[in-house]
């Protein structure tokens, strides 16, 4: 008796292993974060994320053009916020020439086709530094679904493609949705964060947009790690409630919610490589310890094996240069 199947015939050169390959990655797969600051002609490297950048306006316009010549085609946008204009409100969160507003209109001067997605939470607004309105020591949920889905409102006004709620209150996008379509602005989309874990993999983010929490933690609104049913609950009540698309979040120690949900869903699922993530293959790839763009591919590509069809990743530039 032979042995008839022999699985390494397909591993047997490059040529028949792409041929059998299940998944790829390409520029269009991404999401590309961008961190805006005040002032002029600022480029500042963030100490925990080295290669990664806050520009001020005038700066992001070349950063923009560059990511669009690259066929890179979507980004998340996030601003850092000067202390003075934070408070328990979000006021300027919702200031119509605020610093997010500027920038959705930046990015759409330079790149009409461009798709500007933008953060939606408290967080960079906030006093606290907490996603939502403080009470007693307490984020409240309901006046802050009403004070994001005014901040949603603003960005669409502005110009946003995509609005992207990453605060995991109760019913947000509920409340989102219903003032869109109030106001017409149909064509809105909202990529909802719908399984976002209170996770420490976001330290190297909060050091960019100086946005840590003043007291206590995230856990009485992100997710316990713990826990990977309730991720599926989450995602479905989004769904319901209007999100467009669905993200994950963290990435990489989170691939079987990835999948979970893939399965589970008719939308298009979104994960995002925190920048946790980013920092400690920068950090090994540093010391000489890893291969920089081999574990970069690999990570990348257990994304979409597990079933996200978008990341959002501080690698897209570094990967598309890979990619040639
Ligand atoms: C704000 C927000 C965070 C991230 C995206 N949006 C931080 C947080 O929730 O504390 C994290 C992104 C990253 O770490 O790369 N709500």
């Given at each position: 008796?032979?042995?008839?199947?022999?699985?390494?015939?397909?591993?047997?050169?490059?040529?028949?292993?792409?041929?059998?390959?299940?998944?790829?990655?390409?520029?269009?797969?991404?999401?590309?974060?961008?961190?805006?600051?005040?002032?002029?002609?600022?480029?500042?490297?963030?100490?925990?994320?080295?290669?990664?950048?806050?520009?001020?306006?005038?700066?992001?316009?070349?950063?923009?053009?560059?990511?669009?010549?690259?066929?890179?085609?979507?980004?998340?946008?996030?601003v850092?916020?000067?202390?003075?204009?934070?408070?328990?409100?979000?006021?300027?969160?919702?200031?119509?020439?605020?610093?997010?507003?500027?920038?959705?209109k930046?990015?759409?001067?330079?790149?009409?086709?461009?798709?500007?997605?933008?953060?939606?939470?408290?967080?960079?607004?906030?006093?606290?530094?907490?996603?939502?309105?403080?009470?007693?020591?307490?984020?409240?949920?309901?006046?802050?679904?009403?004070?994001?889905?005014?901040?949603?409102?603003?960005?669409?006004?502005?110009?946003?493609?995509?609005?992207?709620?990453?605060?995991?209150?109760?019913?947000?996008?509920?409340?989102?949705?219903?003032?869109?379509?109030?106001?017409?602005?149909?064509?809105?989309?909202?990529?909802?964060?719908?399984?976002?874990?209170?996770?420490?993999?976001?330290?190297?983010?909060?050091?960019?947009?100086?946005?840590?929490?003043?007291?206590?933690?995230?856990?009485?609104?992100?997710?316990?790690?713990?826990?990977?049913?309730?991720?599926?609950?989450?995602?479905?009540?989004?769904?319901?409630?209007?999100?467009?698309?669905?993200?994950?979040?963290?990435?990489?120690?989170?691939?079987d919610?990835?999948?979970?949900?893939?399965?589970v869903?008719?939308?298009?699922?979104?994960?995002?490589?925190?920048?946790?993530?980013?920092?400690?293959?920068?950090?090994?790839?540093?010391?000489?310890?890893?291969?920089?763009d081999?574990?970069?591919?690999?990570?990348?590509?257990?994304?979409?094996?597990?079933?996200?069809?978008?990341?959002a990743?501080?690698?897209?530039?570094?990967?598309?240069?890979?990619?040639?």
């Amino acid at each position: 008796m032979h042995q008839l199947r022999r699985n390494r015939r397909l591993r047997t050169n490059d040529s028949i292993r792409s041929l059998v390959r299940e998944h790829t990655i390409t520029p269009n797969d991404f999401l590309v974060p961008l961190f805006v600051v005040e002032g002029n002609n600022v480029k500042q490297e963030i100490a925990s994320m080295p290669g990664y950048y806050r520009y001020s306006l005038d700066l992001l316009k070349n950063e923009v053009k560059e990511v669009w010549a690259m066929g890179l085609k979507a980004v998340l946008l996030f601003v850092k916020v000067p202390d003075n204009l934070k408070d328990n409100k979000g006021t300027e969160a919702l200031n119509p020439d605020g610093l997010m507003q500027r920038a959705i209109k930046t990015v759409k001067d330079v790149a009409p086709e461009m798709l500007v997605m933008t953060d939606v939470a408290l967080d960079p607004y906030s006093s606290y530094g907490h996603d939502g309105i403080v009470e007693d020591g307490y984020i409240v949920n309901d006046p802050t679904c009403e004070v994001l889905a005014q901040m949603s409102l603003s960005h669409a006004k502005a110009g946003a493609d995509f609005v992207a709620p990453s605060d995991m209150m109760d019913g947000r996008i509920l409340a989102i949705r219903t003032l869109l379509e109030e106001e017409n602005y149909k064509n809105t989309g909202i990529m909802s964060y719908s399984a976002k874990y209170a996770s420490g993999f976001y330290g190297p983010f909060r050091d960019a947009l100086d946005s840590a929490p003043g007291f206590g933690d995230k856990k009485t609104y992100q997710m316990d790690f713990a826990n990977r049913d309730e991720a599926i609950k989450e995602t479905l009540m989004d769904i319901e409630e209007g999100a467009d698309i669905v993200m994950v979040k963290p990435g990489l120690a989170y691939l079987d919610i990835v999948r979970d949900v893939r399965d589970v869903v008719d939308v298009p699922v979104a994960v995002y490589q925190v920048s946790g993530e980013y920092a400690m293959l920068k950090a090994a790839a540093a010391k000489g310890w890893l291969d920089h763009d081999a574990i970069m591919m690999e990570q990348l590509i257990a994304f979409k094996r597990a079933g996200a069809q978008i990341i959002a990743s501080y690698f897209a530039k570094d990967v598309v240069k890979l990619l040639g």
